[in-house]
């Protein structure tokens, strides 16, 4: 019996399918201006990788922000219960869970069941998630798959004084003005960012069984940042992010 | 999975008398010039006892609970808002305060007609955001400003001297007034006033202890088009005359088991005041069989607590029950002042540590699972502290669950955010939507 | 002499740890400077106000809700880091609601030997505020007097409100040379000294300080002066900030700020009971937003200040979510501008962008420099 879980982000949607508590294939698709339509598509592309029917399909359980506009699914998880449940599945020792995506993150404090005890979620004034990094690396004028490798570069870290995303921008700004290198514009990037999502973390307590999850855990700039921030040299991160919580979700009971 | 158990509900009967009151309440403060009479506008904790020494027609409006009512006109609110935006004040400041500014500003009353401009501003300073309100109100509309500051401590450490520092305060204002308004003060007015203050809050907090009952007989959205009439005017004995009649009810209520929430079966309370544009989010946890019983808010606001025989908590005696007869100007004042100073919603303004003993002390004894805490960006004053609460709730190993938003600028609100959140927190507490209770609300 | 006190402001721990180890006495971390320092100088303790650090910090979040002033959470975060270890007690003035909030989570995490809360009106322009307040002083005359274990005579308490008003003399006389046309010092350096008085022992802080008047008449700057401009804050020790404002053609020459002069303008004037005089002082003295009831005076001591020191302008530094500034700026502004003072407003939070700042300093110099042509 097939279970697939589909996690409905704000800017890619991830598919898993599981099978007797086995990864049998994945899918990501850019969300797009139809969620539902994009879902589908990385469903059918996930089926094919695993060389299978939609019939063999036995549930779909959707998580992520567009869970709620999949008609078809047999039902949805929130974020911080699909988050737990992968990422204990994937790091049976794991107990904090720091989930960063393109819009939002959340920090949770689980059980070995993956069962929620607590959780955080980034509040306005503190705008931890990947759109920060995005419009940074717009204003230095660097691909954003770039901006971590660049960062790692820095040879000195300044601090990025602004506290807002809006101000942020300006500051790269008269920063690259007063030809500060790119690379340590960068890596004050991923500080600000890293600081912003490890003070998120502290709400729920930093325990150093923990994993990084969500997309901007692939920016090696990030970790490394996070690494310094929480003063952990080993901070264990998913080795596909970005499908964590699409597999909670294909092993959650949904409702 | 076991079907929930399903509590008879019933509506209230003194319902449209409290919407009854409201709407007259506006009317007369709007027309009290019309009339020959005095009007005055500040704070929903103001001595409002006080001025009710000038006569038989003193008319009052709270800002508080006007900026709330239009919140619930969410065009308006944003319009009043853009307004006291447009004249540089920041956005962060008070929303109540930047809504009422708002509809000053616009010269356009809520209620209908042009904003009634006030005889003076009465306030009590305590929240420094309250405090600039008034200032900024009364300079704008050219009124005297009586601003009585009990910045002396929370209750439990109050001394004589703390005590007369307002008191003092408080005979000097009658005579401000006097002088302002030409009028000759009435001693027995005012002793009258506050044995009705004391009997309003009394009963409000009698009435929040029947709240103890499982199932609860009022839940806490309804619970808010109740305390307000607190808000407007405590020391009115109609409104006295109300929670009695409120109280008879819920007695009733508790001795014929009827429940506010159907499918009651997980109890909380929240804190501070709601998003008042978004109430449907009480109604969403009702769909899990969650009931928020109240909070230190709705119950402290302007109920008046105090410690019972058995230990309990529950309303504080009057001075009428326990057989004071208040002579003298000065007896009055110094029971208004003592009264006030005993607010629960006060405390925190100290000490977070206080407020926290105040919240487990609810826990317990009115039975809770959970707290929900709304981290308010629209009022400084009552979220001072709420981390440290957080904190101690959580030490004292109560769930604990927090939202950001705003009561009155719906800007700082995000209803889907929001919603998955109280989901998750449903989840933690291991609940999930009972069929039953989505179908009804469904159909309603 | 004049870079003794920047040297003090980056060294503070270090400089608090030395003074204990010389002194054997105890230091009381403040928040607000309501505090009636005279006391604990009467007691033999430093006062060390609590300042932030003005670096990017993660640790606030669990205690304090980020809607509150940034100010306070930075403060509190230099407790959290472990920086001011060497605090044997916290004390708090009833003032804003952001700090109550920096002084109850430190005295609930922290380890502190002696916390006290003194309550303090806040309409203390009314007569009652004085008999009321005085009680206070008193009350926390005795706490000190139980911690210590030793009584305060009035001899003590003459010796206190001495070294405070001395200081507070000292202070205003070196802000009298910023009157003079090319000012012997910078606004960076002012801030330097008027904030340093506020942590480092009162009496070392004024022999510097006449050390340092004794060379100002000598004392000529490799620089050109330009605009005189007017600092109103919320509170402000953002140094780099005055940094640059300096560089780019002006001098900044009188503040009305909570880490400058409203801490030290007044002194306490004696009228035979000592601990009336202390706490009318505190009464009296140029108010912050907070306590400027009901009189609402502030605003006329503000414009008396621009004029005094000919200010051709005034920067309004708003921290981020300070209500009680808040409150006021709008008006402050309007208020000023129609009495001749143009005005730039910058929000500030304890990190500032200062390449943006810098255009829009540059861009208010400009217009005022427009101005004078015609």
Not at chain 1, 37 to 44: H, I
Not at chain 1, 91 to 113: F, H, L, N, Q, W
Not at chain 2, 309 to 328: A, M, N, V
Not at chain 3, 132 to 146: L, S, T
Request: net charge negative; with cysteine.
């Amino acid at each position: 019996m097939i279970k697939a879980g589909i996690d409905v982000g704000a800017k890619t949607i991830k598919v898993v399918l599981m099978e007797d508590g086995k990864i049998r294939a994945k899918a990501k698709v850019l969300s797009g201006f139809d969620q539902e339509e994009s879902a589908k598509e990385a469903l059918e592309q996930a089926l094919k990788e695993a060389g299978l029917s939609r019939e063999a399909i036995g549930s779909i359980v959707t998580t992520g922000n567009g869970r709620k506009a999949i008609s078809y699914a047999s039902g949805d998880v929130t974020e911080p219960r699909a988050a737990a449940l992968g990422a204990v599945f994937l790091y049976p020792s794991v107990r904090t869970v720091i989930d960063i995506g393109a819009e939002e993150s959340r920090a949770i404090k689980c059980d070995s069941s993956g069962k929620v005890l607590d959780f955080a979620v980034n509040e306005k004034c503190a705008a931890g998630s990947g759109a920060f990094t995005e419009a940074m690396a717009r204003a230095l004028e660097v691909p954003l798959e770039e901006m971590g490798p660049l960062s790692l570069k820095a040879t000195q870290s300044i601090p990025m004084n602004a506290q807002c995303a809006v101000f942020a921008e300006s500051e790269v700004i008269s920063l690259i003005h007063s030809k500060t290198q790119k690379a340590d514009i960068a890596r004050a990037v991923h500080d600000g960012l890293s600081s912003r999502v490890v003070a998120m973390v502290r709400r729920v307590g930093l325990d150093p069984e923990l994993v990084l999850i969500g997309g901007v855990a692939h920016n090696p700039g990030f970790v490394e940042s996070f690494k310094r921030t929480v003063g952990i040299d080993d901070v264990r991160t998913a080795e596909e992010p970005e499908f964590v919580s699409a597999i909670g979700a294909a092993l959650a009971v949904g409702k | 999975m076991a079907t929930p158990t399903k509590y008879p509900t019933e509506a209230l009967k003194c319902w449209p008398k409290a919407k009854e009151l409201r709407q007259q309440y506006y009317k007369d403060y709007a027309s009290a010039h019309d009339r020959g009479g005095i009007r005055w506008s500040g704070g929903a904790w103001a001595f409002d006892a006080v001025p009710m020494g000038l006569g038989d027609d003193v008319h009052v409006m709270t800002g508080e609970p006007y900026a709330a009512s239009i919140a619930f006109d969410r065009k308006f609110a944003q319009e009043c808002q853009d307004a006291t935006d447009a004249r540089g004040w920041a956005r962060d400041l008070c929303s109540y305060m930047r809504i009422y500014w708002g509809s000053m500003y616009l010269n356009r009353f809520f209620f209908g007609g042009e904003f009634p401009k006030p005889d003076f501003y009465y306030q009590t300073q305590i929240c420094c955001s309250h405090a600039k309100w008034d200032q900024e109100a009364s300079l704008y509309e050219k009124v005297p400003f009586y601003c009585i500051d009990v910045c002396v401590g929370p209750y439990e450490t109050l001394t004589e001297e703390r005590l007369n520092y307002v008191v003092k305060q408080l005979h000097d204002s009658i005579e401000g007034m006097e002088k302002t308004t030409g009028r000759k003060y009435d001693d027995e007015k005012l002793i009258a006033a506050v044995h009705n203050e004391c009997r309003s809050t009394s009963l409000w907090a009698e009435i929040c202890t029947l709240n103890k009952a499982i199932p609860a007989p009022l839940d806490e959205k309804t619970m808010f088009s109740l305390y307000v009439l607190n808000t407007l005017q405590r020391s009115s004995k109609q409104i006295g005359d109300f929670y009695e009649e409120l109280r008879d009810e819920v007695k009733d209520r508790v001795a014929r088991g009827i429940a506010a929430v159907p499918y009651e079966r997980c109890r909380i309370i929240t804190d501070t005041q709601p998003p008042w544009g978004f109430l449907k989010i009480y109604r969403y946890m009702e769909q899990f069989g969650v009931v928020s019983v109240g909070s230190l808010y709705t119950f402290g606001l302007e109920g008046i607590f105090g410690e019972q025989e058995d230990g309990s908590w529950g309303p504080r005696k009057t001075p009428q029950q326990l057989g004071i007869k208040i002579k003298t100007r000065d007896e009055a004042l110094r029971i208004t002042a003592d009264w006030n100073l005993s607010r629960p919603q006060w405390q925190h303004f100290y000490d977070p540590a206080i407020k926290t003993r105040m919240m487990l002390r609810i826990v317990n004894e009115w039975k809770l699972n959970g707290v929900i805490l709304h981290l308010n960006r629209g009022c400084e004053g009552l979220t001072v502290g709420s981390s440290e609460n957080r904190l101690g709730l959580i030490k004292a190993g109560v769930p604990v669950m927090t939202y950001e938003g705003n009561m009155a600028d719906e800007k700082e609100f995000d209803e889907r955010r929001t919603t998955s959140r109280i989901e998750s927190f449903m989840e933690t507490l291991g609940l999930e939507q009972i069929p039953g209770a989505v179908a009804a609300q469904a159909a309603s | 002499m004049v870079e003794k006190f920047k040297e003090w402001y980056v060294n503070r721990h270090t400089y608090a740890k030395q003074w204990k180890e010389q002194t054997g006495g105890k230091i009381i971390g403040t928040f607000c400077t309501y505090v009636p320092e005279e006391i604990l100088v009467a007691a033999k303790m430093l006062p060390a106000r609590i300042l932030g650090s003005h670096e990017p910090q993660d640790v606030t979040e669990p205690h304090i809700f980020g809607m509150f002033c940034p100010f306070c959470r930075d403060a509190l975060a230099q407790g959290l880091k472990g920086r001011f270890n060497y605090l044997d007690g916290v004390v708090l003035a009833h003032s804003c609601i952001h700090f109550r909030q920096t002084f109850n989570s430190w005295r609930i995490h922290l380890p502190v030997e002696f916390s006290y809360y003194i309550p303090m009106p806040n309409t203390v322009q009314t007569p009652h505020a004085r008999s009321y307040h005085r009680v206070e002083v008193e009350n926390f005359k005795k706490a000190i007097e139980e911690y210590t274990g030793r009584p305060i005579t009035e001899q003590h308490l003459d010796r206190g409100i001495e070294i405070l008003n001395r200081n507070r003399r000292l202070l205003r006389k070196v802000y009298e040379c910023r009157k003079l046309d090319n000012p012997p010092l910078t606004g960076e350096e002012a801030m330097y000294m008027a904030v340093t008085s506020q942590f480092i022992d009162k009496e070392e802080h004024s022999n510097v300080l006449e050390a340092v008047l004794k060379e100002l008449p000598e004392r000529k700057l490799p620089r050109d002066s330009g605009i005189r401009l007017m600092a109103v804050g919320s509170e402000n020790d953002d140094a780099e900030f005055f940094k640059m404002v300096e560089s780019v053609g002006s001098t900044v020459v009188i503040d009305e700020q909570c880490a400058g002069s409203r801490y030290f303008w007044n002194e306490s004037v004696p009228n035979g009971d000592r601990l009336a005089a202390i706490a009318n002082r505190y009464l009296d003295r140029p108010p912050c937003p907070v306590k400027d009831y009901p009189a609402h005076s502030r605003f006329q001591h503000v414009l008396n200040l621009a004029k005094d020191y000919r200010a051709q302008g005034a920067i309004i530094m708003q921290e981020k979510f300070c209500d009680p500034h808040e409150g006021d700026n709008p008006r402050l502004k309007k208020f000023l501008e129609e009495n001749g003072i143009p005005t730039l407003s910058l929000e500030f939070d304890s990190t500032n962008p200062l390449g943006p700042f810098r255009i829009r300093v540059e861009a208010f110099l400009e217009t005022i420099r427009g101005e004078e042509l015609f």
